[in-house]
């Protein structure tokens, strides 16, 4: 049997969260968007429910700490194949083990699974907030463009609202579809009516300002940089090529 639920971290709890209400056994979490991996099985879609999500969350929070819920949210981002099969394993090994913290239980293969999916979305959630550049459109929005190789824009929220608090902004994912947009109050998940925006001539929205700023930064770039120091190796160590496409000075 295959539990299908609407691909949202809440509605991944809630289906856990139904598995020990109704007692099922020898079930499966499937995303909706995977239906088509589980079509000869028999199928039972989950209404995500807030309340039943918040209670398994609370019940992690009091015996791994909230620390817990972060790896779970990391792996969740990871958008690999097994997420739900970890995520679910992790949650009903530590129902099972109540005085125990079982995370540190290396010798789990789903808590090894998690740790180092932790580490690689955390690396990559780290480098977002680092690169991220935002351009001044005319209508006074700083707008920038990612394309993560895993789900990070809901885990770089906190960051970019406490360190741009007094500006509009939007972070557009190209490769998801869908950004956040702060409007000075509170942020918000948005997707674009013109999707093909995101990949016209910049030039043409963008404010004089951020225009002249960029010539100006590319020219400082340019005095600044000491060819006969240059040290490509070095260099793509700290900044990996395929982020370059975010440095205004890389364009």
Not at 18 to 23: D, G, L, R, T
Not at 69 to 97: G, H, M, P, W
């Amino acid at each position: 049997m295959s539990l299908l639920y609407d691909n949202s971290f809440e509605g991944l709890l809630t289906a856990v969260f139904e598995i020990y209400e109704y007692k099922f056994t020898d079930v499966k979490i499937v995303s909706k968007h995977s239906v088509q991996n589980v079509l000869f099985g028999e199928n039972s879609m989950v209404i995500t429910n807030t309340e039943k999500a918040d209670r398994v969350m609370l019940r992690l929070e009091k015996q791994l700490g909230a620390s817990a819920i972060k790896q779970l949210l990391y792996v969740f981002a990871s958008e690999n194949e097994d997420r739900e099969t970890i995520i679910s394993q992790i949650i009903f090994y530590a129902i099972a083990n109540p005085s125990d913290n079982i995370l540190n239980d290396y010798s789990n293969p789903f808590v090894l699974q998690l740790s180092k999916w932790v580490k690689s979305v955390g690396r990559e959630k780290h480098r977002m907030e680092a690169f991220v550049r935002f351009e001044l459109l005319k209508d006074a929005i700083y707008f920038a463009t990612i394309r993560p190789d895993y789900d990070v824009l809901p885990l770089i929220i906190k960051h970019f609202k406490e360190r741009y608090q007094d500006q509009k902004w939007l972070i557009y994912d190209e490769k998801r579809q869908y950004g956040i947009f702060y409007d000075l109050n509170e942020v918000t998940v948005v997707t674009l009516p013109d999707k093909k925006m995101v990949s016209k001539n910049k030039e043409v929205i963008w404010h004089e300002e951020e225009i002249n700023y960029q010539n100006l930064w590319k020219e400082y770039f340019d005095h600044t940089n000491i060819k006969e120091r240059k040290n490509t190796k070095l260099h793509l160590q700290h900044v990996p090529k395929r982020y370059w496409r975010y440095l205004t000075e890389k364009r």
